[in-house]
Protein backbone atom coordinates (compact mmCIF):
# COMPACT_ATOMS: atom_id res chain seq x y z
CA UNK A 1 0.00 0.00 0.00
CA UNK A 2 1.53 3.15 -1.04
CA UNK A 3 2.19 5.45 1.93
CA UNK A 4 0.35 8.96 1.96
CA UNK A 5 1.95 10.07 5.39
CA UNK A 6 3.35 13.51 5.66
CA UNK A 7 4.75 15.61 8.82
CA UNK A 8 2.29 17.04 11.09
CA UNK A 9 1.84 20.94 10.60
CA UNK A 10 0.26 23.31 12.52
CA UNK A 11 0.34 20.92 15.65
CA UNK A 12 -0.43 23.70 18.28
CA UNK A 13 -3.97 24.19 16.74
CA UNK A 14 -5.25 21.15 17.28
CA UNK A 15 -9.14 21.96 19.03
CA UNK A 16 -11.86 21.27 17.03
CA UNK A 17 -15.40 22.50 17.83
CA UNK A 18 -18.81 21.42 18.36
CA UNK A 19 -22.41 22.65 17.98
CA UNK A 20 -25.08 22.20 20.36
CA UNK A 21 -25.86 19.94 23.54
CA UNK A 22 -24.42 16.28 23.27
CA UNK A 23 -26.21 13.72 25.44
CA UNK A 24 -24.45 10.78 26.84
CA UNK A 25 -22.79 9.08 26.05
CA UNK A 26 -20.93 11.52 24.47
CA UNK A 27 -18.83 14.60 26.19
CA UNK A 28 -19.05 17.88 24.88
CA UNK A 29 -15.22 18.84 23.70
CA UNK A 30 -14.75 22.29 22.45
CA UNK A 31 -16.08 25.49 21.84
CA UNK A 32 -19.65 25.94 20.71
CA UNK A 33 -19.92 28.16 17.21
CA UNK A 34 -21.97 28.70 14.22
CA UNK A 35 -21.06 26.04 12.13
CA UNK A 36 -23.40 26.84 9.46
CA UNK A 37 -24.96 23.87 7.12
CA UNK A 38 -22.34 24.57 4.16
CA UNK A 39 -18.38 23.25 3.85
CA UNK A 40 -16.03 25.78 4.49
CA UNK A 41 -11.95 25.20 2.85
CA UNK A 42 -10.54 23.27 5.07
CA UNK A 43 -7.92 25.24 7.41
CA UNK A 44 -4.29 23.64 7.78
CA UNK A 45 -5.34 23.73 11.65
CA UNK A 46 -7.86 21.19 10.75
CA UNK A 47 -6.43 19.28 8.18
CA UNK A 48 -3.01 18.88 10.70
CA UNK A 49 -5.45 17.69 13.25
CA UNK A 50 -7.16 14.77 11.31
CA UNK A 51 -3.79 13.19 10.29
CA UNK A 52 -2.66 13.23 13.80
CA UNK A 53 -5.95 11.73 15.08
CA UNK A 54 -5.86 9.12 12.16
CA UNK A 55 -1.91 8.18 13.04
CA UNK A 56 -1.37 9.00 16.68
CA UNK A 57 -3.27 7.34 19.64
CA UNK A 58 -2.40 9.94 21.97
CA UNK A 59 -3.67 12.59 20.18
CA UNK A 60 -7.14 10.42 19.83
CA UNK A 61 -6.41 10.11 23.88
CA UNK A 62 -6.26 13.99 24.34
CA UNK A 63 -9.19 15.28 21.91
CA UNK A 64 -11.17 12.74 22.76
CA UNK A 65 -11.95 11.79 19.41
CA UNK A 66 -11.22 9.56 16.33
CA UNK A 67 -11.91 9.39 12.67
CA UNK A 68 -14.64 7.60 10.67
CA UNK A 69 -14.03 7.04 6.71
CA UNK A 70 -16.34 6.24 3.90
CA UNK A 71 -19.79 7.21 2.80
CA UNK A 72 -21.42 3.89 4.31
CA UNK A 73 -19.27 4.45 7.57
CA UNK A 74 -19.97 8.45 7.78
CA UNK A 75 -24.05 8.20 6.32
CA UNK A 76 -24.14 5.79 9.74
CA UNK A 77 -22.96 8.12 11.87
CA UNK A 78 -24.57 11.35 10.36
CA UNK A 79 -28.49 9.30 10.16
CA UNK A 80 -27.66 7.20 13.35
CA UNK A 81 -25.68 9.34 15.75
CA UNK A 82 -25.38 13.13 14.33
CA UNK A 83 -24.70 14.36 17.69
CA UNK A 84 -21.44 12.87 18.26
CA UNK A 85 -20.63 14.37 14.89
CA UNK A 86 -17.47 17.26 15.60
CA UNK A 87 -16.81 18.15 12.18
CA UNK A 88 -16.97 16.82 8.56
CA UNK A 89 -15.12 16.80 5.73
CA UNK A 90 -16.11 16.15 2.31
CA UNK A 91 -14.22 16.11 -1.50
CA UNK A 92 -15.63 17.95 -4.72
CA UNK A 93 -15.28 13.93 -5.84
CA UNK A 94 -17.92 13.13 -3.04
CA UNK A 95 -19.98 15.99 -3.80
CA UNK A 96 -21.01 15.22 -7.07
CA UNK A 97 -22.06 11.47 -6.11
CA UNK A 98 -23.53 11.89 -3.01
CA UNK A 99 -27.22 11.01 -2.49
CA UNK A 100 -29.80 13.90 -2.46
CA UNK A 101 -31.23 12.33 0.53
CA UNK A 102 -27.54 12.34 1.87
CA UNK A 103 -27.14 15.75 0.69
CA UNK A 104 -30.55 16.62 2.92
CA UNK A 105 -29.32 15.35 5.80
CA UNK A 106 -26.13 16.71 5.85
CA UNK A 107 -26.49 19.87 5.81
CA UNK A 108 -28.80 19.64 8.64
CA UNK A 109 -26.08 18.74 10.67
CA UNK A 110 -24.59 21.41 13.28
CA UNK A 111 -21.24 20.37 13.34
CA UNK A 112 -18.54 21.82 11.53
CA UNK A 113 -18.52 21.00 8.09
CA UNK A 114 -15.22 21.65 5.68
CA UNK A 115 -14.09 20.99 1.81
CA UNK A 116 -10.66 20.13 0.47
CA UNK A 117 -9.41 19.32 -2.93
CA UNK A 118 -9.48 15.64 -4.35
CA UNK A 119 -5.51 15.57 -4.04
CA UNK A 120 -5.59 16.99 -0.55
CA UNK A 121 -8.33 14.72 0.68
CA UNK A 122 -5.70 11.94 -0.72
CA UNK A 123 -3.14 13.40 0.97
CA UNK A 124 -5.46 12.94 4.74
CA UNK A 125 -6.63 9.79 4.66
CA UNK A 126 -6.08 6.70 5.80
CA UNK A 127 -7.57 3.83 3.35
CA UNK A 128 -6.08 3.20 -0.39
CA UNK A 129 -8.84 4.48 -2.01
CA UNK A 130 -11.06 7.45 -0.82
CA UNK A 131 -14.51 8.26 -0.70
CA UNK A 132 -14.09 11.37 -0.70
CA UNK A 133 -15.77 11.77 2.81
CA UNK A 134 -14.69 11.42 6.46
CA UNK A 135 -16.41 12.76 10.29
CA UNK A 136 -14.18 13.47 13.22
CA UNK A 137 -16.42 12.01 16.15
CA UNK A 138 -16.42 12.41 19.95
CA UNK A 139 -15.47 9.53 21.94
CA UNK A 140 -18.27 7.87 23.24
CA UNK A 141 -17.90 7.67 27.46
CA UNK A 142 -19.51 5.09 28.79
CA UNK A 143 -20.32 4.48 32.69
CA UNK A 144 -18.95 0.97 33.56
CA UNK A 145 -20.51 0.90 37.09
CA UNK A 146 -23.75 1.51 35.41
CA UNK A 147 -22.97 -1.79 33.28
CA UNK A 148 -21.49 -3.72 35.49
CA UNK A 149 -24.15 -3.01 38.15
CA UNK A 150 -26.87 -4.63 35.60
CA UNK A 151 -28.92 -7.65 37.17
CA UNK A 152 -27.34 -9.75 34.22
CA UNK A 153 -23.94 -9.24 32.27
CA UNK A 154 -22.63 -11.04 29.33
CA UNK A 155 -19.36 -9.55 27.81
CA UNK A 156 -15.90 -10.03 26.89
CA UNK A 157 -12.42 -9.73 28.12
CA UNK A 158 -9.33 -9.03 25.44
CA UNK A 159 -6.47 -9.67 27.01
CA UNK A 160 -3.18 -7.93 25.18
CA UNK A 161 -4.76 -8.36 21.81
CA UNK A 162 -2.67 -6.78 19.12
CA UNK A 163 -4.35 -7.36 15.57
CA UNK A 164 -6.84 -4.36 14.99
CA UNK A 165 -8.77 -6.62 12.73
CA UNK A 166 -9.19 -8.95 15.56
CA UNK A 167 -10.41 -6.43 17.75
CA UNK A 168 -12.71 -4.49 15.69
CA UNK A 169 -14.26 -7.88 14.36
CA UNK A 170 -14.90 -8.30 18.44
CA UNK A 171 -16.57 -5.57 18.68
CA UNK A 172 -18.50 -6.03 15.96
CA UNK A 173 -19.73 -9.50 17.31
CA UNK A 174 -20.67 -8.06 20.55
CA UNK A 175 -22.63 -5.54 19.33
CA UNK A 176 -24.47 -8.13 16.76
CA UNK A 177 -25.20 -10.71 19.62
CA UNK A 178 -26.28 -7.59 22.31
CA UNK A 179 -23.71 -8.35 24.80
CA UNK A 180 -23.13 -5.79 27.38
CA UNK A 181 -19.45 -5.00 26.56
CA UNK A 182 -16.22 -5.37 26.07
CA UNK A 183 -13.28 -4.91 27.65
CA UNK A 184 -9.65 -4.76 26.78
CA UNK A 185 -6.45 -4.68 28.41
CA UNK A 186 -4.20 -1.18 28.64
CA UNK A 187 -1.90 -3.02 25.88
CA UNK A 188 -4.33 -3.95 23.94
CA UNK A 189 -4.68 -2.33 20.35
CA UNK A 190 -6.25 0.88 20.24
CA UNK A 191 -10.23 0.50 19.43
CA UNK A 192 -10.37 4.10 18.13
CA UNK A 193 -7.83 3.68 15.55
CA UNK A 194 -8.67 3.95 11.60
CA UNK A 195 -8.19 0.06 10.84
CA UNK A 196 -10.43 -1.45 14.20
CA UNK A 197 -12.74 1.37 13.82
CA UNK A 198 -13.07 0.05 9.60
CA UNK A 199 -13.43 -3.42 11.50
CA UNK A 200 -16.19 -2.39 13.64
CA UNK A 201 -18.62 -1.43 10.33
CA UNK A 202 -20.40 1.15 12.71
CA UNK A 203 -21.00 -0.34 15.98
CA UNK A 204 -18.29 1.40 17.50
CA UNK A 205 -20.82 3.97 19.01
CA UNK A 206 -23.75 1.90 20.04
CA UNK A 207 -21.65 -0.77 22.42
CA UNK A 208 -19.77 -0.01 25.56
CA UNK A 209 -15.79 -0.30 25.43
CA UNK A 210 -13.89 0.28 27.97
CA UNK A 211 -10.02 -0.16 28.61
CA UNK A 212 -9.33 -1.81 31.92
CA UNK A 213 -5.58 -2.58 33.60
CA UNK A 214 -7.37 -4.75 36.80
CA UNK A 215 -9.50 -7.06 35.91
CA UNK A 216 -10.21 -8.04 39.40
CA UNK A 217 -12.87 -5.14 38.96
CA UNK A 218 -14.90 -8.31 37.45
CA UNK A 219 -15.02 -10.03 40.23
CA UNK A 220 -15.43 -6.51 42.81
CA UNK A 221 -19.09 -6.43 40.56
CA UNK A 222 -19.65 -10.83 40.99
CA UNK A 223 -18.97 -11.13 37.83
CA UNK A 224 -17.43 -14.79 37.16
CA UNK A 225 -14.96 -15.46 34.75
CA UNK A 226 -14.54 -18.05 31.98
CA UNK A 227 -11.24 -18.17 30.09
CA UNK A 228 -11.28 -19.22 26.50
CA UNK A 229 -8.32 -21.95 26.32
CA UNK A 230 -6.69 -24.40 23.75
CA UNK A 231 -7.49 -28.19 24.18
CA UNK A 232 -5.85 -29.17 27.62
CA UNK A 233 -6.92 -31.47 30.65
CA UNK A 234 -8.06 -28.44 32.72
CA UNK A 235 -10.76 -27.80 30.48
CA UNK A 236 -14.16 -28.67 29.69
CA UNK A 237 -16.10 -28.62 26.21
CA UNK A 238 -18.12 -25.34 26.03
CA UNK A 239 -20.97 -27.65 24.73
CA UNK A 240 -20.77 -29.25 28.20
CA UNK A 241 -21.65 -25.87 29.63
CA UNK A 242 -25.73 -26.06 30.06
CA UNK A 243 -25.78 -22.97 32.54
CA UNK A 244 -24.06 -20.05 33.47
CA UNK A 245 -24.01 -17.13 36.31
CA UNK A 246 -26.10 -14.54 35.24
CA UNK A 247 -23.26 -12.02 35.24
CA UNK A 248 -20.00 -13.63 33.16
CA UNK A 249 -17.50 -12.30 31.00
CA UNK A 250 -15.09 -14.34 28.54
CA UNK A 251 -11.78 -13.86 28.30
CA UNK A 252 -10.09 -14.83 25.04
CA UNK A 253 -6.44 -14.36 25.20
CA UNK A 254 -3.55 -12.05 22.69
CA UNK A 255 -3.35 -14.40 19.42
CA UNK A 256 0.08 -16.16 19.96
CA UNK A 257 0.79 -15.76 23.60
CA UNK A 258 -3.16 -16.70 24.84
CA UNK A 259 -4.59 -15.66 28.20
CA UNK A 260 -2.17 -14.86 31.50
CA UNK A 261 -1.66 -16.99 33.73
CA UNK A 262 -3.37 -14.40 36.29
CA UNK A 263 -6.66 -14.99 34.26
CA UNK A 264 -6.06 -17.98 34.27
CA UNK A 265 -5.75 -18.36 37.90
CA UNK A 266 -8.64 -16.19 39.33
CA UNK A 267 -10.99 -17.66 35.79
CA UNK A 268 -13.59 -20.35 37.52
CA UNK A 269 -13.83 -22.68 34.49
CA UNK A 270 -11.37 -22.78 31.49
CA UNK A 271 -13.54 -23.79 28.54
CA UNK A 272 -12.36 -24.57 24.63
CA UNK A 273 -14.04 -25.29 21.60
CA UNK A 274 -14.11 -29.01 19.96
CA UNK A 275 -12.06 -28.83 16.90
CA UNK A 276 -11.31 -30.89 13.74
CA UNK A 277 -8.14 -33.38 13.97
CA UNK A 278 -5.11 -31.60 13.24
CA UNK A 279 -6.69 -27.99 13.48
CA UNK A 280 -4.80 -26.56 16.66
CA UNK A 281 -6.64 -23.23 17.34
CA UNK A 282 -9.30 -21.11 16.39
CA UNK A 283 -8.73 -17.49 15.01
CA UNK A 284 -9.56 -15.07 18.82
CA UNK A 285 -12.52 -13.03 16.76
CA UNK A 286 -13.55 -16.99 15.62
CA UNK A 287 -14.01 -17.92 19.18
CA UNK A 288 -15.39 -15.12 20.84
CA UNK A 289 -18.30 -14.99 17.97
CA UNK A 290 -18.85 -19.25 18.70
CA UNK A 291 -18.64 -18.47 22.46
CA UNK A 292 -20.70 -15.52 23.01
CA UNK A 293 -23.84 -16.97 20.62
CA UNK A 294 -23.18 -20.39 22.50
CA UNK A 295 -23.35 -18.54 25.76
CA UNK A 296 -25.96 -16.13 24.71
CA UNK A 297 -28.17 -19.27 24.59
CA UNK A 298 -27.60 -20.88 27.42
CA UNK A 299 -30.02 -20.65 30.60
CA UNK A 300 -28.87 -18.77 33.75
CA UNK A 301 -28.60 -20.37 36.77
CA UNK A 302 -30.54 -18.61 39.10
CA UNK A 303 -29.48 -18.75 42.89
CA UNK A 304 -25.86 -18.21 42.84
CA UNK A 305 -25.45 -21.70 42.40
CA UNK A 306 -22.88 -23.75 40.55
CA UNK A 307 -22.66 -23.69 36.50
CA UNK A 308 -24.10 -27.15 35.59
CA UNK A 309 -21.94 -29.40 33.41
CA UNK A 310 -21.96 -32.38 31.55
CA UNK A 311 -19.61 -35.32 31.41
CA UNK A 312 -16.09 -32.93 31.43
CA UNK A 313 -14.35 -33.99 28.79
CA UNK A 314 -17.32 -35.22 25.85
CA UNK A 315 -17.31 -33.30 23.36
Same mark, same amino acid.
Given at each position: ??? +???? $? ?10 ? %? ?25 ? %??? =? ?5 ? +? +?????? %? ?6 ? +?????? =? ?5 ? #? ?54 ? !? ?28 ? =?????? /? $? ?17 ? *????? %??? /? ?31 ? #?? $? =? ?9 ? *? @? $? ?7 ? #? ?10 ? !? ?20 ? @? ?18
Amino acid at each position: MQQ +KRRR $NEGAGERRLHLV %GPVPSPFALGGSIVDAGSYPRVLSRAQ %GSL =IRQLLRE +K +KVRSSE %GAFVVEGV +KPCRDV =IFRHPEA #IRSLLVSPRYIRTEANADRVRRLTLGARQSVCSDPAFEQLTDVEVSQGILAVVQQP !LWDEAQVLGQSRVLGVYGDRLQDPANVGAI =IRTAAA /L $NLSAVWLSTDSADHFSPKV *VRATA %GTL /LSLPVFRTSDFRTFSTYGCEIYAAVPSSVERVF #IR $N =IVTIPGRLVMA *V @G $NEGAGLSQE #ILNVSAIRFSIP !LAQGVESLNVAATVAISAFYFS @GVPINEGGLAPVMTSRHSA
